[in-house]
């Protein structure tokens, strides 16, 4: 059964002061691993997708990177506006499904 | 604009009563999801969809019910067997690169 370990589960930071979001995972043959933002009361919001270990991509201040075992999605100099809950799934290979973590929930505060 | 609509935004739901929540894309994608989100977690996947007239259990698939009569569309229906209905539910389809969601339906039992 796929898993996914996503922490910390809040990170207050303050505007400028990069850090890191991790998830763990554990999947028999990775299709791929994604990340979502998700803010209050909407539907999440796709932003990357990984397939490989050493695979990264950048989009603005945020870049997302990929070993075997977990991926960690970068901040840098983040923004107030990144304030919201991001959300990791995986899905394997034989699976027409993907399962997510509980999620992160960033605070930026100015 | 391509996308996933869902209907209503808030629905509430007395107790011993069914309730239907609508989910319709345009976006020509074979695989639709509904997912139910509580408070503080994560994504939990009640049923799937990869092609017109089929469907799959997911992990929480216990008093709801899904048709797929067209491409377009995946309705998910709360059965009163649905002990803890209220929460938020979300409707997802499958692209190249991941999932685009709707904006939810918010279910309250009242």
């Known amino acids: 059964e796929d898993q996914v370990t996503q922490s910390p589960e809040a990170l207050r930071l303050q505007e400028g002061e990069s850090s890191s979001l991790n998830c763990s995972y554990t999947?028999?043959?990775?299709?791929?691993l994604f990340w979502y933002r998700q803010d209050p009361g909407k539907g999440p919001e796709f932003l990357f997708t990984?397939?490989?270990a050493g695979e990264e991509k950048e989009k603005e201040r945020l870049k997302a990177t990929l070993t075997k075992k977990e991926s960690f999605l970068h901040i840098t100099a983040p923004k107030p506006e990144d304030s919201a809950t991001y959300l990791c799934?995986?899905?394997?290979?034989?699976?027409?499904?993907?399962?997510f973590g509980d999620g992160t929930t960033l605070t930026v505060k100015p | 604009d391509g996308g996933i609509t869902q209907s209503p935004k808030y629905l509430f739901r007395k107790e011993g009563q069914n309730v239907t929540l609508s989910c319709e894309q345009n976006?020509?994608?074979?695989?639709m999801y509904w997912y139910r989100q509580d408070p503080g977690q994560g994504l939990r996947l009640i049923y799937y969809?990869?092609?017109?007239?089929?469907?799959q259990k997911g992990d929480i698939a216990e008093g709801y019910s899904v048709s797929r009569e067209k491409k377009e569309s995946f309705p998910l229906t709360v059965t009163s067997a649905q002990k803890n209905p209220t929460a938020f539910y979300l409707c997802?389809?499958?692209?190249?690169?991941?999932?685009?969601f709707g904006s939810g339906t918010r279910l309250t039992v009242v």
């Open positions: 799934a995986v899905q394997g290979t034989n699976a027409g499904k993907s399962t």
């Open positions: 969809s990869q092609i017109v007239n089929d469907f």
């Open positions: 976006l020509n994608h074979d695989a």
């Open positions: 999947v028999s043959g990775l299709r791929g």
């Open positions: 997802a389809s499958e692209h190249l690169y991941g999932y685009t």
């Open positions: 990984l397939y490989s």
